[in-house]
């Protein structure tokens, strides 16, 4: 597990090539000294139980087995002070209304310049 100082991240996102370009993103603007890509639930899962809660869980809504809504609640209630954003590529707002009713730490659009994005993972750690 990670020492309590070091602030880490995780994204899942079942693209690795996106998940992979936030997780660099991470790390070369936002000070994290360790982000793991990720590409599904399941590895969520095993990853959090090898390395501990990350600092940030940076999760895309829709996973190749469908929508992320049932790991982000689970995320939710078993590691409580671990950071959440919801990412989308999916700009309907009924998928805004349904990550807002969970009350994770933020919701972006992934068509979001890279400066709002470094504003959205720092408004998600305050």
Known sequence: MPPSHERTAVVVDDHPLVARGIADYL?????????DA?????????????CGAPTLALIDFWLAAGTALPTITRLRDEYPATRLLVISGD???????KVRRLAVDGFLLKQAEPAVFALAVAAALR
């Open 38 to 50: 990720i590409c599904s639930s399941g590895d969520l899962w095993a990853h959090i139980g090898q």
């Open 91 to 97: 700009g309907d707002p009924a998928v805004r209304d």
């Open 27 to 35: 790390r070369a603007h936002c000070a994290f000294s360790r982000v």
